[in-house]
């Protein structure tokens, strides 16, 4: 199965559980959804409302923090928080996972869980990634 196939796949489970529960499905939502769904860079809220805004200009930020919240209440999403107070958000794994964070820049990676494994057993100062 191809990545893209995965992505429409978890797209339209996302959207039968939306639906399940009584939420309404608005483009603007689905946008919202495509933008976690896609993305690898744990996005901010900021950062998803400055992607759909182009497309969906009327869409308020308010709207984005609403359907993030929605998605965090239905599992959809992981919340990623910083003591700043700034959070960032995971749509591909929306479970409990390691991430490792840069403190300068604030990237956030998904590291390969193997690799962590491997450098667990590794003396200080040679870790591998």
């Known amino acids: 199965m191809t990545e893209a196939t995965e992505t429409t796949d978890r797209l339209e489970q996302i959207i039968a559980k939306l639906r399940e529960r009584d939420f309404r499905i608005t483009p603007q939502?689905?946008?919202i959804l495509k933008i976690f769904l896609g993305s690898v860079e744990h996005p901010s809220v900021e950062q998803v409302y400055r992607q759909v805004k182009p497309d969906f200009p009327t869409t308020s930020?308010?709207?984005v923090y609403k359907t993030v919240n929605l998605l965090k209440e239905v599992g959809e999403i992981l919340e990623i928080g910083f003591a700043d107070g700034g959070n960032r958000y995971d749509g591909n794994k929306p479970y409990p996972h390691p991430h490792l964070i840069c403190t300068r820049?604030?990237?956030i990676v998904d590291p390969q869980i193997e690799l962590i494994e491997q450098n667990r057993l590794r003396p200080r100062g040679q870790l591998r990634l």
């Open 29 to 31: 939502r689905i946008a």
């Open 105 to 107: 820049c604030k990237t």
């Open 61 to 63: 930020l308010a709207t």
